[in-house]
């Protein structure tokens, strides 16, 4: 095999290998506040059961991670999307317990007060992470990279709300894709 073929071979790897990583962190341009937002592709997803309510009724939260660059100036957040299956619960019940969260990674408590409910919490007017279902939630808790790093290192995540009728969620399932995209946010976040 000649040299140039050789050489063509390994370019042609090298853009697999990128276009594989290519799209599963996004920046995106808020059009009103000129902030950019950084976010993974794969929020991750956990649940409780509900059943109590009904035979296959489930609470549902999105996870995914934030990095907010105002001229330089970096923040980091989480947003959760909150949801359930029950078609009659209203949106004050679905945000019940939800202005502090805690997230145990290997049993480590992560303790996060709420910065608010709309994407005006992070700076900007448009949100980024689209919700699951119209009826969701979203709340913006603000975090440090070590929060995310520890989150992205772990393999038990659990998310707790609190208040007077606190409820644990598990992760569906292993969330290989949404780890996977957390740790590429990580990689590619300005600290």
Request: charged share 20%.
């Amino acid at each position: 095999m000649s040299i140039h073929r050789i050489v063509a071979a390994i370019f042609l790897l090298s853009l697999a290998a990128c276009a594989n990583q290519q799209g599963v962190v996004f920046k995106k341009l808020d059009p009103s506040t000129a902030v950019t937002i950084t976010y993974s592709k794969t929020p991750m997803v956990f649940y409780r059961d509900d059943s109590g309510k009904a035979a296959f009724a489930r609470n549902y939260l999105h996870l995914g991670p934030l990095e907010v660059n105002r001229m330089g100036s970096f923040h980091y957040y989480l947003w959760l999307g909150i949801w359930n299956t029950m078609q009659d619960v209203e949106m004050g019940e679905t945000r019940d317990g939800f202005e502090s969260v805690v997230i145990y990674a290997d049993g480590e408590p992560l303790a996060l007060e709420l910065s608010g409910w709309s994407p005006a919490a992070i700076g900007a007017t448009v949100p980024v992470y689209v919700r699951p279902v119209a009826s969701a939630a979203d709340a913006y808790y603000e975090v440090t990279v070590d929060h995310l790093r520890v989150i992205a290192e772990s393999q038990d995540i659990r998310i707790q709300s609190t208040g007077p009728d606190s409820r644990n969620y598990g992760m569906w399932d292993q969330q290989k894709d949404a780890k996977n995209s957390l740790s590429e946010f990580l990689r590619m976040s300005a600290y």
